[in-house]
């Protein structure tokens, strides 16, 4: 079983959970592709649910499925949100924004009743750190958040997309965090949002009521 089967699995066992009459928050990235196909599918079967796209990307992929978007501020309340993740620990603690839209994706995480992540087994770790943290940045304030976060030992890369700055649907930069000797996550949050010019980072605390993940052929479920 390839991973992108894992995640497919893991998005099938995600919409079962969405009913008609429900707005959904759409996440970005590969396995939450799956899942905007798999709703695109129940949609044209009957399914009456509007959307809330996390991205331009999934804007795009969701209303060629067929599925009614709607903004963030014309939605009253989102019932699921779901998405993928980069990292998630034993606590359902997770890393996300390697697609880069993690401000989008948390403003979405917050504004929802349940927030249910989907994800291939690699997705699994010990301890979060291995991927590199992303955080959202503010270009005129980029150069002097870099210095700091080097003093601070965290070795950030500015996001390069052909060749260029990434930049984000909010028209910010991308930093990404070296986090691996971090034992204090928590801290490491509350630090880095301190600092002005930081906008999001991609630590997502205490935010995901349901995991599953794609293990093999069968979808595992871990809730809080
Ligand atoms: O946070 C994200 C995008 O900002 C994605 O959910 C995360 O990067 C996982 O992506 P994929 O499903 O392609 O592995």
């Known amino acids: 079983m390839s991973l992108d089967q894992e ?7 995600a919409v079962k959970y969405i ?3 429900m707005t959904v928050g759409l996440g970005t990235g590969s396995t939450a592709a799956h899942m905007v196909n798999e709703l695109g599918k129940l949609v044209l079967n009957g399914l009456k649910i509007v959307g809330v796209p996390s991205s331009e990307t999934t804007k795009k992929l969701a209303t060629e499925k067929g599925i009614p978007l709607i903004t963030l501020e014309n939605a009253s309340s989102i019932d699921v949100y779901i998405d993928g993740a980069d990292e ?3 606590y359902m603690q997770l890393i996300k924004g390697g697609g880069g839209a993690l401000l989008r994706e948390k403003i979405l995480t917050y504004n929802s009743d349940l927030v249910i992540i989907i994800a ?4 699994e770790v ?3 750190g291995d991927f590199k943290l992303p955080v959202e940045t503010i270009p005129f304030a980029t150069q002097k958040i870099e210095k700091l976060l080097n003093k601070m030992g965290l070795q950030p ?3 390069i997309k052909d060749g ?3 930049i984000t649907d909010e028209g910010n930069f991308i930093l990404d965090l070296n986090i691996a000797d971090i034992t204090n996550i928590p801290a490491l949050e509350s630090n880095l949002k301190q600092i002005p010019g930081i906008v999001e980072t991609g630590l997502f605390l205490d935010m995901a009521d349901i995991i599953i993940v794609g293990k093999g052929e069968t979808a595992i479920t871990i809730k809080k």
């Open 157 to 159: 890369k500015l996001r």
């Open 7 to 13: 995640k497919q699995i893991a998005a099938k066992e």
């Open 126 to 128: 010990k301890r979060l």
């Open 164 to 166: 260029k700055n990434f």
């Open 88 to 90: 998630f620990d034993s």
């Open 19 to 21: 009913k008609s009459g």
């Open 120 to 123: 291939d087994s690699q997705k």
